[in-house]
């Protein structure tokens, strides 16, 4: 659904509590001091419009909350806000989520491969802007597709700075040859953020629509959308652009399951079922500690400390808590596996 008007008004119409997620790209308030030329003296395209400008920080910021709070109305318990700005208005914004009761989980730095240089050569390139990811209150527990990040970044924890370049070339919406919006984002950036927060079928809200990016990309990921933009202009774009994606199937869909979501297999299955024996020997990644397993699933070290492998490991590396599943291997064939190897390859045969 693509709604022409105000944000405000049109978010004062939902129902409470009935949005999963929020991604919102609000105006800069960039504060120009007038035309912006390249050195060879042509004009840069810069924002000029009207929506992006206002007469104090004042004004700027009584908008800001008054979107906001609509924003906050309409999210479910555990939803969340991802909000997308630069030096010249993400401070004030998130001061204002915080007065407002918003939870703060990230700031994500969205480093731009290829920035706009500064042609008046008068301070450093503006080469990212600042992303604030936060849950409707300190309470929520929103989603996050830890695992999926995960794969998305070659099996490495996926950082809080993006390297991505910015909307250019086909993907850049246009009208007679020139580009319809000054700051389209690019799908990437927005793919990675519903990918990560959202899931299918959820229901995603932008109230700064713009040229349609978060509706394109929800729909393709087939997730549920509504996307409110004031510029009738910009909302005919949008719609034109919406309706050419066709959303991915099913298959394409599937993403790595969180840990906490796959069938819980204790380490005690391991040896019920013949994977590791009664007596096997177990080592950290240096080969410099060593526990027996014992019948019940429990270690034993040399010493004749025992105990979980969650507690032996803790132990011997005099640390509070360790994750055993990662910490303990065995050796096959001439190398190390991670026991947590062995838990997938049981649960990956487990019936149902």
Same mark, same amino acid.
């Given at each position: ?8 008004? #049109? ?9 999963? +997620? ?9 504060? +120009? ?61 998130? /001061? /204002? ?41 300190? #309470? ?18 996926? &950082? ?26 690019? #799908? ?10 959202? &899931? ?40 034109? &652009? ?8 099913? /298959?394409? +869909? ?33 080969? &410099? ?42 050796? #096959? ?7 947590? /190897? ?11």
């Amino acid at each position: 659904m693509i709604i022409t008007g105000d944000c405000v008004a #049109e978010m004062a119409k939902l129902a409470a509590a009935s949005v999963d +997620l929020v991604f919102a790209d609000p105006p800069y308030n960039l504060q +120009l001091g007038g035309d912006l030329n390249r050195p060879d003296g042509s004009e840069v395209d810069a924002v000029t419009e009207a929506w992006d400008r206002f007469e104090s920080f004042a004004a700027y910021d009584s908008f800001t909350r008054a979107w906001l709070s609509e924003v906050r109305r309409v999210l479910k318990p555990d939803g969340a806000l991802w909000v997308i700005g630069t030096y010249h208005n993400i401070f004030r914004v998130g /001061a /204002a989520m915080q007065d407002l009761g918003f939870w703060i989980q990230n700031d994500v730095i969205w480093r731009k491969a290829n920035p706009m240089p500064n042609f008046r050569g008068t301070r450093f390139t503006n080469a990212h802007e600042t992303l604030i990811w936060a849950a409707r209150s300190k #309470e929520s527990r929103p989603h996050f597709a830890y695992q999926a990040m995960k794969a998305l970044n070659e099996g490495v924890q996926m &950082r809080s700075d993006w390297w991505l370049p910015i909307c250019t070339g086909a993907e850049r919406v246009k009208c007679a040859g020139h580009k319809a919006h000054p700051t389209q984002k690019p #799908e990437a950036l927005v793919q990675r953020v519903l990918l990560a927060t959202s &899931r299918v079928g959820d229901l995603v809200l932008d109230p700064f629509l713009g040229t349609g990016t978060t509706g394109a990309v929800a729909k393709r990921l087939c997730r549920r959308f509504i996307g409110i933009e004031r510029e009738p202009g910009y909302a005919d774009l949008a719609r034109a &652009r919406i309706a050419a994606v066709t959303p991915l199937a099913a /298959a394409d +869909l599937e993403v790595t399951a969180e840990a906490r979501a796959a069938r819980r297999i204790p380490f005690g299955a391991l040896v019920e079922t013949g994977r590791l024996k009664p007596g096997s020997m177990l080592t950290c990644p240096r080969r &410099r500690i060593h526990a027996r397993v014992r019948a019940d699933g429990s270690l034993v070290l040399d010493g004749g400390r025992s105990g979980s492998i969650h507690q032996v490991g803790a132990a011997v590396q005099g640390l509070p808590s360790c994750n055993g599943w990662t910490f303990w291997h065995v050796e #096959e064939r001439g190398r190390l596996v991670p026991i947590d /190897a062995l838990r997938a390859e049981l649960r990956a045969a487990a019936p149902g």
